[in-house]
């Protein structure tokens, strides 16, 4: 069963800093294409960001185009979310996803095929 597990997250002032970090079990990590979606109260969940298998290619939602990078380091079979100029609106639950045996992430949640159990990151005005 691959389990992954999601940290780094917590309470930064607008203008602030985080990076969340996801742990992937199993040998196949490599092979998965990874994600982060949020959700905030009273909303859907929404994408955020994404990165292909290889770590060659990204994509992010408009929102957050020039403050989060997404990366991976596929030796530690972890994927992470820097966050930078965080904003209130960017408070959420934050979600680590993957997708087994795709090159490519994408937007939708239907493609994922494993999630995390959401990480809180609360960014006070």
């Known amino acids: 069963q691959v389990q992954l597990v999601e940290s780094g997250g917590g309470l930064v002032q607008a203008g602030g800093s985080l990076r969340l970090s996801c742990a992937v079990s199993?040998?196949?990590?490599?092979?998965?294409?990874m994600g982060w979606f949020r959700q905030a109260p009273g909303k859907e969940r929404e994408f955020v960001a994404a990165?292909?298998?290889?770590?060659?290619?990204?994509y992010y939602t408009n929102s957050v185009k020039g403050r989060f990078t997404i990366s991976r380091e596929n030796a530690k079979n972890t994927t992470y979310l820097q966050m930078n100029s965080l904003k209130p609106e960017d408070t959420a639950v934050y979600y680590c996803?993957?997708?087994?045996?795709?090159?490519?992430?994408?937007?939708?949640?239907?493609?994922?095929?494993?999630w995390g159990q959401g990480t809180q990151v609360t960014v006070s005005s």
């Open positions: 996803v993957a997708a087994a045996f795709r090159r490519y992430g994408s937007r939708e949640e239907s493609d994922y095929d494993y």
């Open positions: 199993g040998r196949t990590y490599s092979s998965y294409a």
């Open positions: 990165i292909s298998a290889t770590g060659g290619s990204t």
